[in-house]
């Protein structure tokens, strides 16, 4: 038997458990990477057997406390139908924003990091100087800064800004949010991302003459990035659990 299965409460189907658990591991990952930002920041999961409802982090709680069983469960008009905890009101902004109006997306996270909200104050944006920002390179949605619970208009401006098919935004002024169907991909977009803002902030605080990619292998690149291609996340989130669980499998509870 699995230990997924071994664990799982009878209250929950098998499908909604192995959500949960892959939700509270990735509050657990942020922990580990550092892209936390106290009890604030949220990462969501459409509910799979609810695709109006979703799953987010209980407001209150440090994400190194979150585990399956404390996640609770919010429809799309802010109802908590399942839970012991309010969430976060621009978290419930941003996720049902998203999810609502992407119905290929089943995982939103974003992030508050000093990279992230460092870039996210440049005009230029994401510059290609490395392989992780040039894969990224066509498919980055931006987004202006509102106080992000000003109400429905301002949800549909961020899911309009998202547009149809991009998995990552910039939130200008505010910092990164990365979206996909499996888990995998959305954390790799993220962990990306993230890796591409803080080279950009060393190599523009270090003043040296920047090289520039050609603009072939600047495409080139870029199509390897193109979703369905190398960053799928299916290994790298079995590896990032295993970690997890050879560690603390408390997030599984």
Known sequence: MSTRAALRPVEYTESEWQVRCDLAACYRLFVRYGWTDLIYTHISARHPTHPDRYLINPFGLLFEEITASSLIEVDWDGNVV????P????????????????????????????????????????LPLTQQAMFLQGRISYHDWDLQTAGPEECESLARDLGPSNYVMILHNHGLLTCAPTIGEAFVHLYTI?????????????????????????????????????MTGEREWAALTRWLDARDPSYRT
């Not at 399942?82 to 905890?85: E, H, L, S």
């Open 82 to 85: 399942r839970g012991d905890f």
């Open 87 to 126: 969430y976060n009101a621009a978290g419930h902004a941003i996720h049902s924003a998203v999810l609502q109006a992407r119905p290929d997306v089943n995982w939103v996270l974003h992030t508050h990091t000093r990279a992230g909200m460092a870039v996210s104050c440049m005009r230029a944006g994401l």
């Open 194 to 230: 993230e890796s591409a803002c803080k080279v950009q902030v060393d190599v523009m605080t270090s003043g040296a003459e920047i090289i520039t990619p050609s603009a072939d292998a600047l495409a080139r690149t870029a199509e390897l990035g193109a979703p369905g291609k190398l």
